[in-house]
């Protein structure tokens, strides 16, 4: 009888530890499903926002286009004067509250190649980067149009979502979608570098072009390094 009560308990103590380490092993994974169905939920209010802004008071809605467009056509003119200023970055240039988009997204990004969807806020701090990607400051808005590049920057990973950490998967012609308020861009990559932090020529507008840089660190896990995706529109 002994014997069989000591058999029971050790079948139930091996039953636990095989699923914890069970638990353990899944653990990441189901955390990426919770952040999925997330990013999925910001998507729709995305959508439902800017429907909602632009029937309530399309006036409003145009003139933040024509914010971004005048910020895009300033940095032109100022030859991206503060793009060297690290603390520049984090800033939004534009306060999307003021339009009525209380959730701070600015669109969205899609990476077939990796799987992937992130929404896009205005502004490279760490509270938009803990939830997606972020357009860097001093670069230009997500509205395209002809000499503009916007620098798109995201972790390796960061926490339970893999954000870019799948980067290296994009190749030379594959395509990138920049959702915004009013449209979903086409872009495709043209060219890939691995640069050091300090080389922020790397990313300004080039003259004639339509672009998307994305910018994350390199090589994974640290960050030593900065990988770059030169992406043209189509």
């Keep these: 009888m002994k014997r069989v009560r000591k058999q029971r308990k050790l079948f139930i103590f091996g039953l636990i530890l095989l699923l914890i380490g069970c638990g353990i092993l899944l653990y990441p994974h189901i955390l990426q499903i919770f952040y999925k169905i997330k990013t999925e939920s910001m998507f729709r209010q995305f959508e439902e926002t800017t429907e909602n802004v632009r029937d309530a008071n399309p006036e409003k809605y145009a003139r933040l286009y024509e914010e971004m467009k005048n910020y895009n056509e300033e940095l032109i003119k100022n030859n991206q004067e503060n793009?060297?200023?690290?603390?520049?970055?984090?800033?939004?240039?534009?306060?999307?509250?003021?339009?009525?988009?209380?959730?701070?997204?600015?669109?969205?990004?899609?990476?077939?190649?990796?799987?992937?969807?992130?929404?896009?806020?205005?502004?490279?701090?760490?509270?938009?980067?803990?939830?997606?990607?972020?357009?860097?400051?001093?670069?230009?808005?997500?509205?395209?149009?002809?000499?503009?590049?916007?620098?798109?920057?995201?972790?390796?990973?960061?926490?339970?979502?893999?954000?870019?950490?799948?980067?290296?998967?994009?190749?030379?012609?594959?395509?990138?979608?920049?959702?915004?308020?009013?449209?979903?861009?086409t872009y495709k990559v043209e060219r890939i570098e691995v640069i050091s932090p300090d080389e922020i020529d790397k990313i300004r507008i080039q003259e004639g072009k339509d672009m998307v840089t994305l910018v994350t660190c390199h090589p994974y896990p640290h960050n030593y390094q900065r990988y770059l995706v030169y992406c043209e529109r189509v």
Aim: charged residues 20%; negative net charge; glycine residues 8%.
């Design 83 to 185: 793009l060297a200023d690290p603390y520049a970055y984090a800033n939004p240039a534009i306060r999307l509250e003021e339009y009525g988009v209380e959730n701070g997204i600015a669109g969205y990004i899609k990476i077939p190649v990796m799987d992937l969807e992130l929404p896009l806020y205005l502004g490279a701090n760490e509270e938009n980067m803990s939830k997606g990607a972020a357009q860097l400051t001093e670069t230009s808005m997500p509205i395209g149009g002809n000499n503009t590049n916007m620098a798109v920057v995201a972790h390796r990973g960061y926490s339970y979502a893999k954000m870019f950490r799948e980067i290296e998967k994009l190749k030379i012609g594959d395509e990138i979608f920049i959702t915004n308020f009013w449209e979903t861009m």
